[in-house]
C-alpha cells in the first residue's frame, strides 16, 4: 500500500524556520508530481506548493511565494518544503501529495492527487 509519510512539523515563533519532508513508502515516486497543502483549523484545504517529476516546473501559492521553497531528491525519494519568515497564518496542517505524471504542468487542485499523507501540525506562535 502506498504511502506518504511527513515529518519536521513543529512550534516555532513567529519570523522562524521549517523545513518539513515527505517520504513515500511503498513505490518510488521519481515519476510523479509531489505537492504540499495545508489546512487550519475551520477552512477548506489549500495549495501550498507543486514540483513536477523532475523539478522541471515549481509553482507557489501567492501566500508562501519568496518565503517557501519546494525541492526534491528523487534518490532518496523525499521531497522537502523549506518555510522561512513564518507567521501566525501559517499555522495549519501541511500534506504531501502526489499525482503520477511526467509532464511540465503542474496541478494545485485537492481532487487532482492521487496519494495523501496524514499531515504534519505546524503551529507559529506570535
Known amino acids: 500500500q502506498v504511502q506518504l509519510v511527513e515529518s519536521g512539523g513543529g512550534l516555532v515563533q513567529a519570523g522562524g524556520s521549517l523545513r518539513l519532508s515527505c517520504a513515500p513508502s511503498?513505490?518510488?515516486?521519481?515519476?510523479?508530481?509531489m505537492g504540499w497543502f495545508r489546512q487550519a483549523p475551520g477552512k477548506e484545504r489549500e495549495f501550498v506548493a507543486v514540483?513536477?517529476?523532475?523539478?522541471?516546473?515549481?509553482h507557489y501559492a501567492d501566500s508562501v511565494k519568496g518565503r517557501f521553497t519546494i525541492s526534491r531528491d528523487n534518490l532518496k525519494n523525499t521531497v522537502y518544503l523549506q518555510m522561512n519568515s513564518l507567521s501566525p497564518e501559517d499555522t495549519a496542517v501541511y500534506y504531501c501529495a502526489a499525482y503520477s505524471s511526467v509532464s511540465y504542468f503542474y496541478k494545485v487542485h485537492t481532487d487532482e492527487y492521487d496519494y495523501w499523507g496524514q499531515g504534519t501540525q505546524v503551529t507559529v506562535s506570535s
Open positions: 514540483i513536477t517529476w523532475n523539478s522541471g516546473s515549481i
Open positions: 511503498g513505490r518510488t515516486f521519481s515519476r510523479y508530481a
